[in-house]
């Protein structure tokens, strides 16, 4: 388990720490900004970089933007009994896209405060989607798991259960997609996804749910008794976001992340779940 750090800062204003950046031989992306005063220099540090302390005492004098990540080795995900499986390959926006998340044809929200949800039927999307050599993929905006038809069939060859086969329909013209199916998730686990108190979240005013920051940082502990017995796929009880955005985390047995490694599909991330 390596804990990844992607951090973001400007050229100009934080000239000092782009310096100890290039003293330390860190490799970085720079983009220009608009105007070409200045770049937007972007680099990624692991904690057990041996240049970590440095730049984390940085990270805190420039409050530079600083994502954090959780990498598990494949011997890790291949040990895991269970994984949290998030699509990291995103393709254009669910449509209708002004109106998100109101008005979805596929959406019952169950909330207009918080926009917490049940998909009620296909999901729409603007066009085919170029995958390249992507076997997953998710829209911006949301979490659904989208995937080639390969992988559906990878799944009935090893007779998981948990999961549908949903039609994906291209907005303009009502077709169904023929490149891509939703691996649509109907089973909610039971509440048991154990949070840090610190850990921050929202609770909207009006349905009281409870929304929690993404998490980012180690293992997250399930509760055994949360899980349910004879699926391969589940959603956490809890509701994960901000604002407009929710999300329940997609909960897979060892064997779908055996499946994923051995076939070598491309666009997920697999992240250890400790159950307790
Ligand atoms: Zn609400």
Not at 101 to 112: G, K
Request: proline share 5%.
């Amino acid at each position: 388990m390596e804990i990844l750090h992607r951090i973001s800062i400007n050229s100009k204003k934080d000239a000092k720490f782009l310096a100890a950046i290039y003293q330390l031989q860190i490799r970085y992306k720079a983009i220009e900004l608009p105007g070409g005063e200045s770049s937007l220099v972007t680099f990624e540090i692991t904690e057990s970089d041996q240049r970590w302390n440095i730049i984390a005492n940085l990270i805190a004098l420039y409050n530079a933007v600083n994502i954090v990540e959780t990498i598990f080795s494949e011997e890790e995900i291949r040990s895991a009994a269970w994984l949290r499986m998030i699509c990291v390959f995103e393709q254009g926006y669910p449509q209708p896209r002004m109106t998100w998340p109101f008005n979805q044809p596929d959406r019952e929200l169950l909330c207009p405060k918080c926009a917490i949800y049940r998909q009620i039927a296909p999901m729409h999307i603007a066009k085919e989607p170029h995958l390249g050599r992507k076997a997953f993929m998710t829209t911006i905006l949301t979490h659904e798991i989208l995937c080639i038809p390969a992988v559906l069939q990878g799944l009935q060859e090893i007779q998981a259960t948990g999961y549908e086969d949903w039609d994906v329909i291209l907005h303009k013209t009502g077709q169904v997609s023929q490149r891509v199916r939703q691996l649509f998730i109907p089973t909610v686990a039971r509440p048991g996804a154990l949070l840090d108190e610190e850990h921050p979240r929202t609770v909207c005013p009006q349905c009281g749910t409870v929304k929690y920051e993404a998490h980012m940082r180690g293992v997250l502990p399930i509760k055994s008794d949360a899980l349910l017995p004879n699926t391969d796929f589940m959603l956490t009880h809890e509701w994960f976001g901000s604002g407009y955005f929710s999300w329940r985390e997609i909960i897979v047995s060892n064997r779908i992340a055996q499946l994923v490694l051995d076939k070598g599909w491309q666009g997920i991330r697999f992240k250890v779940v400790e159950i307790v």
